[in-house]
């Protein structure tokens, strides 16, 4: 990953009143020098002396590490509200907060609601600058929104409870409740972009694709006319109280959520099916705190803030670079769930998460009958 260009401004009071002739809701991407250069924006950031964000658990990909690292680095309060947030109020919160201190300065969002937030012109554009260390395919041309982390779905077991751990959706499929198995997604489809994308790689599994997303409902419908499917929200607890031994979710966040209360938790991307997705950084449009919001994604599109997400076990946007210049940490490296050999990953549009979404909201209650 290239290096920042930091340069110094001379003594700090400069540093200072370059920084406050900036009005950095609008700065787009750093200079090397002046009054926009990383200097500069630390300086500001400094001044604001807090940053909002929200809907970011700690334990969710690393997040607790990368936001008191960041606070500890700047002297820079970070403020969560709603940690345990979805994505859809996250935008919600950026329309309805317009103007209070308290508003989110920035947010981490599927990228269909990043999209959603960029048409309803709630985002502020800004490239890190490592933009060029992110593909193309990860980001908005124009910097509205740009992908951080991503990982692949899951199956998750507990080689405690479960005598033969299933690898691939077809396990699934053939087993009887005479298995055992307890098998649950982390959320209802029609409310979780994480559950439906479990029912898409079901999908793939089964005869259809990211384009059809039925032969996946069909999955569950027969996992539950099998009794191996457990309409709940699956998560440690579900599984430390038995109701749930197979867990269908993201691997990093199986290995945050999970494995580190169960220890007997094994974690697997399933044979049959690699599908994957991102989320997505975002800068709000009104954001109270606008230096603050910039230096925040500068950190986390640093090595640093890229590693520290590898260590919570998410596949970074520039781990590609990463790997290629000798940057990615080796030993969290080494943790990560392995792809199956010779798997050709697939990563859903946001047409066809839309478009499985229709599928799902018509069809899940009928047919599955639960969640």
Not at 241 to 262: F, M, P
């Amino acid at each position: 990953m290239a290096s920042v260009a930091i340069v110094s401004l001379g003594s700090p009071a400069s540093v200072a009143s370059a920084s406050t002739s900036v009005n950095w809701a609008k700065v787009t991407q750093l200079t090397k020098t002046g009054n926009t250069s990383m200097a500069a924006l630390i300086a500001a950031a400094k001044k604001e002396g807090k940053l909002n964000v929200i809907a970011l658990p700690p334990n969710w990909a690393n997040y607790g590490e990368l936001i008191s690292s960041f606070s500890a680095k700047y002297g820079i309060k970070v403020n969560s509200e709603n940690p345990n947030g979805s994505s859809a109020q996250e935008i919600s919160a950026l329309a309805a907060d317009k103007g209070r201190s308290n508003a989110p300065d920035v947010i981490d969002v599927g990228t269909s609601y990043a999209l959603t937030a960029k048409a309803s012109h709630l985002l502020a554009p800004y490239k890190v600058s490592t933009w060029s260390e992110i593909p193309n395919g990860l980001k908005d041309s124009s910097g509205y929104w740009f992908d951080d982390y991503g990982g692949y779905v899951a199956i998750g077991c507990n080689t405690a409870t479960v005598k033969s751990c299933p690898t691939s959706f077809k396990a699934m499929l053939k087993a009887t409740s005479s298995s055992g198995y307890k098998i649950g997604l982390n959320d209802s489809p029609l409310n979780s972009n994480s559950a439906l994308a479990g029912v898409q790689a079901a999908a793939v599994a089964n005869g259809g694709s990211l384009n059809n997303v039925a032969p996946g409902v069909k999955f569950f419908a027969t996992l539950n006319k099998n009794g191996t499917f457990v309409p709940t929200i699956a998560n440690a607890s579900t599984v430390q109280s038995g109701a749930t031994n197979i867990v269908i979710w993201w691997d990093y966040l199986q290995a945050s959520g999970i494995s580190t209360s169960v220890k007997t938790w094994k974690v697997a991307v399933p044979s049959d099916a690699v599908v994957g997705e991102y989320y997505s950084q975002a800068i709000s449009a009104s954001a109270p705190d606008p230096a603050a919001a910039r230096l925040w994604e500068e950190y986390l599109y640093s090595v640093t803030g890229q590693n520290l997400w590898l260590k919570g076990l998410a596949r970074p946007a520039e781990l590609a670079y990463m790997q290629a210049h000798g940057q990615a940490n080796k030993a969290w490296l080494a943790k990560l769930p392995a792809l199956p050999k010779s798997a050709k990953p697939l990563y859903p549009t946001t047409a066809q998460i839309a478009g499985a979404a229709k599928v799902i909201t018509s069809t899940w209650a009928t047919q599955v009958g639960a969640g």
